[in-house]
């Protein structure tokens, strides 16, 4: 798989797997397959946050993970977190699970740039984006992944102006120095760029929903096609003409220096989407 230096010294596999889905839609056995496949097939960059699988993903993946640490690039997020509504969920989620394939889903309009990400709702809680949420967050996340430090450690979609954006930046800089974080990243979705457009230079590393053909492609070509970005739903939104291995290659082509995000936990989709980008 070829490999990516987003920031110095770091290195990540050009496909992502994000985990999302992992232990909320998805259940263990197949969120363990998955995670197994990803690694079989030299994916090394794995991406999290406090919220997904209401709150259980980090602890399911950092142990599949955390024997080989240091082979892996990991990130998680802070700024939304699963509340004790979604502990009470979690022995429903099979029969929930079961209930969704069963019901026939609502069908999305292909313009719409939708994304995998977990908003709050009654399951999650937004957290106040400040220092002590964001050291206690990651103290949380270090824990329940089993490791000493994040590669990278994002704010979490926050949906108005960072008001404490010094604070946090000056206390990123603290948790580098303790090697606890690598990197600082913001995550976001394109229409949520607008609100922090006056620091989006501050940050190491921007995250956020990408796919060819939306609205702003062009543009966003022109503004980042050669910085170092990590894209999400590289698949929703965009262009109806392309299948999706040629998004992946387009997004490749236009952003050759960035990490795309996928999720897909058929094998047979895997292996074609790593055949895209074998060295």
Do not use: W
């Amino acid at each position: 798989m070829k490999k990516i230096e987003l920031v110095p010294g770091i290195q990540s596999s050009v496909l992502g797997f994000g985990c999302a889905s992992i232990m909320g839609a998805r259940s263990a056995n197949e969120s363990k397959k998955a995670i197994s496949m990803a690694v079989d097939y030299g994916i090394t960059h794995f991406d999290l946050a406090r919220s997904y699988g209401y709150g259980e993903a980090e602890r399911f993946v950092g142990n599949i993970l955390a024997k080989e640490r240091e082979k892996f690039v990991i990130s998680s997020k802070f700024g939304i977190k699963a509340n004790g509504k979604a502990k009470l969920l979690s022995p429903l989620k099979p029969l929930i699970r079961v209930y969704k394939k069963i019901k026939k889903p609502k069908e999305v309009p292909s313009s719409l740039n939708s994304t995998n990400s977990v908003h709050a709702d009654r399951f999650h809680d937004r957290v106040l984006i400040r220092k002590v949420n964001m050291i206690t967050s990651l103290e949380a996340s270090l824990k329940a992944l089993n490791t000493d430090y994040l590669d990278y450690f994002f704010i979490h979609e926050p949906l108005e102006t960072i008001e404490s954006i010094e604070e946090i930046l000056e206390t990123s800089e603290l948790l580098k120095k303790k090697g606890q974080i690598k990197a600082l990243g913001l995550a976001f979705t394109q229409e949520q760029q607008i609100l922090h457009s006056d620091y989006l230079h501050e940050f190491d590393i921007l995250q956020f929903n990408n796919s060819p053909g939306i609205i702003n492609y062009n543009t966003l070509i022109e503004q980042r096609g050669t910085e170092s970005n990590i894209f999400f739903s590289p698949i929703n939104g965009g262009s109806t003409k392309l299948q999706p291995n040629e998004k992946l290659k387009t997004l490749h082509q236009d952003f050759p220096k960035s990490v795309i995000l996928c999720s897909t936990f058929n094998e047979k989709h895997m292996k074609q989407n790593v055949s895209l980008f074998s060295n």
